[in-house]
């Protein structure tokens, strides 16, 4: 066993145990960021995907963040209001987390693609400017929706129910959105290592040789940006249910540099860099937040060093170089 | 005389004011190797990229295994079985020497559209892949990163990928730069016999080489080609020797 599976392992083993000793302990409040950088941490998993596997560094994964929350949104909102979500169709909202996901995660695939579709005709610089455009195209658009709230956003005011769970006690919603963090980093680490995953990564590194070999390297990038969009999409929902609250900033640029920043602070690629890196980064905001808001300045330093000394993140510093899969 | 398996006719392509292939015919005949040589700046490179897809000629046309291929795509070309080496190896260099195999093979079977089966535990992608490497002499190092192999086994390596492809043409870009004498000397014994798999389409600088396995060469100057033949042709023709091998060859 390499060093990187101990790690990994020993991440798995947090994820599982401290929470449940925070809940024991009567720290309510500590179950409750866990879950927050759980959540952000199933984010980070998605746009590892993109970033990590595919190399396409994408400032605009905060739409389909937001399309989740406000998936999530939308649905509870007119469940708990016994009101259609289209009027012509009688279609109902639903208080259902699976049902919710569902769509959270169909509705973000579908704008990956279209996006993806779009922007992979560029490359580097371009790139990045073109999802941060879509980024803020969707922003502006959540901010003068009024039917949804415009910039106060959309308070639920129950969260949402899983069947044979009481969402509503903290360690319980932990539970699932632990449960659903494990199940993405198992596909994550699947993905990686099945012929797509290998094709991907080729393609992230000599495009001409994919296609040398009759594979077509855009195609490749564009599943994987569709992929990567469905989890993050599904985290934006489960974090609208987490705060019980959705509103445009989830569709901000600050939220898709964010995610960005702290799956680089924990390490791209890897495949728990995503969870510590959301670990730390809620800690930090947790910790620092309390005395300053201006903590990110912290955070910001903390970036500084590692993409100046630890190129593969905090998973890279403590497990040394990515073995190559196999 | 058999059809030629690829043929291009007519090629002229420019860049401003720069004709990098100036009407060139050259065809590929079943079981041949048939050597592209010229100096510096011939129009090697840009003849190879119109062959295999990645420029497209500002006129004249690409025939590949009975088709017209002027207008199809690198990937599509591949398809087809024109595979290529390339003159910088262009490997996965993350990956190990395995791994870039199988994704040749993988190119090959060309559904990489499979999400949660291990790769390496792809029975069929993975005998082809070592059998390539068998075959070029990279067995031992299967497991190894690729950015760690010597500038040679990476040449080897790139043909093993080409291997993969059970292609109906190689196109070679300079297989022996950077090779050591006896690393070039092994790939020239091992091309000598694959022509009977596929005929080679060889660019390469490397004299030695050229004379021993090709059947025709023809020479690039300026764009254009001034002489084809066989090796016993060219080593006499005035035009080459002139234009290219200097006086003293």
Redesign the interface.
Not at chain 1, 193 to 199: D, E, N
Not at chain 2, 90 to 96: G, I, S, V, Y
Not at chain 2, 112 to 117: A, G, I, K, S, T
């Given at each position: 066993m390499s060093r990187e599976h101990l790690v990994n392992l020993a991440v798995v083993l947090a994820l599982v145990l401290l929470p449940l000793a925070a809940h024991l302990m009567g720290e309510t409040y500590w179950v409750t960021l866990a879950t927050r950088a759980a959540v952000l941490a199933l984010a980070g998993v998605g746009l590892n995907i993109a970033l990590g596997q595919g190399g396409l560094v994408s400032l605009g994964h905060a739409v389909f963040f937001g399309i989740g929350g406000y998936a999530m949104g939308i649905l509870a909102y007119h469940a708990q209001t016994y009101t259609p979500v289209i009027e012509s169709l009688g279609l109902p909202g639903t208080n259902l987390m699976p049902l919710i996901w569902l769509v959270a995660a169909m509705f973000a695939a579908l704008a990956a693609l279209m996006i993806g579709a779009l922007s992979l005709r560029t490359s580097g610089v371009y790139f990045i400017m073109i999802t941060l455009a879509f980024g803020q195209m969707f922003y502006f658009f959540a901010l003068s929706w009024p039917t949804y709230g415009g910039e106060d956003g959309l308070s639920i005011y129950v969260r949402n129910r899983f069947p044979g769970v009481n969402t509503l006690v903290p360690i319980q919603f932990y539970g699932v959105v632990a449960a659903v963090l494990l199940l993405a980093l198992l596909?994550s680490d699947?993905?990686a290592?099945?012929?797509?995953?290998?094709?991907l990564?080729?393609a992230r590194?000599?495009p001409?040789?994919?296609?040398?070999?009759?594979?077509?390297p855009q195609r490749?990038k564009l599943?994987a940006f569709v992929?990567s969009a469905a989890l993050t999409g599904l985290a934006g929902a489960l974090f609208a249910d987490l705060n019980r609250f959705v509103s445009p900033t989830m569709f901000s640029w600050h939220t898709s540099g964010e995610i960005m920043v702290f799956v680089i602070i924990g390490g791209v690629g890897r495949l728990m860099g995503p969870v510590v890196g959301a670990v730390v980064f809620v800690l930090l905001e947790h910790l620092l937040g309390g005395i300053s808001e201006y903590w990110q300045i912290a955070f910001g330093v903390l970036l500084l060093l590692i993409v100046l000394f630890a190129r593969g993140g905090l998973i890279g510093l403590i497990a040394g170089r990515?073995k190559?899969?196999? | 005389m058999a059809e030629p398996v690829l043929e291009t006719k007519g090629l002229t392509k420019s860049f401003g004011a720069l004709r990098a292939s100036e009407d060139v015919s050259i065809d590929l005949r079943p079981g041949e190797i048939h050597a592209i040589i010229g100096p510096n700046g011939a129009g090697k490179s840009t003849l190879i990229a119109q062959i295999?897809g990645?420029l497209r000629p500002d006129s004249g046309d690409v025939r590949f295994a009975g088709a017209d291929v002027t207008a199809l795509?690198?990937?599509a070309r591949?398809?087809r079985g024109l595979?290529?080496t390339?003159q910088i190896s262009?490997?996965?260099?993350?990956?190990?020497v395995?791994?870039?195999v199988?994704?040749?093979a993988?190119?090959?079977r060309?559904r990489?559209?499979?999400?949660?089966?291990?790769?390496?535990s792809?029975r069929g992608?993975r005998e082809t892949a070592e059998a390539a490497l068998e075959r070029v002499g990279l067995s031992d190092h299967a497991?190894t990163?690729t950015a760690e192999l010597s500038h040679g086994q990476r040449r080897q390596l790139e043909v093993a990928?080409a291997l993969?492809?059970r292609p109906r043409a190689f196109v070679m870009d300079e297989p022996m730069a950077g090779l050591g004498a006896g690393g070039s000397k092994r790939l020239t014994g091992f091309l000598d016999g694959l022509r009977t798999e596929a005929p080679i389409l060889l660019v390469e600088h490397d004299m030695d080489a050229v004379f021993a396995l090709a059947d025709r060469i023809s020479v690039l100057v300026y764009g254009k080609v001034i002489a084809t033949g066989t090796v016993a042709d060219i080593r006499q023709s005035d035009v080459v020797r002139e234009a290219y091998l200097g006086e003293g060859a």
């Open positions: 596909l699947r993905l290592r099945s012929p797509f995953g290998l094709a990564a080729a590194q000599v001409a040789r994919v296609a040398a070999v009759g594979l077509d490749l599943v992929l990515e190559a899969h196999g | 295999c990645a795509s690198v990937r591949a398809r595979a290529r390339f262009a490997l996965a260099m993350d990956h190990t395995l791994q870039n199988m994704l040749g993988l190119g090959a060309g990489p559209w499979r999400f949660f089966v291990p790769v390496l792809d992608l497991a990163r990928v993969t492809l």
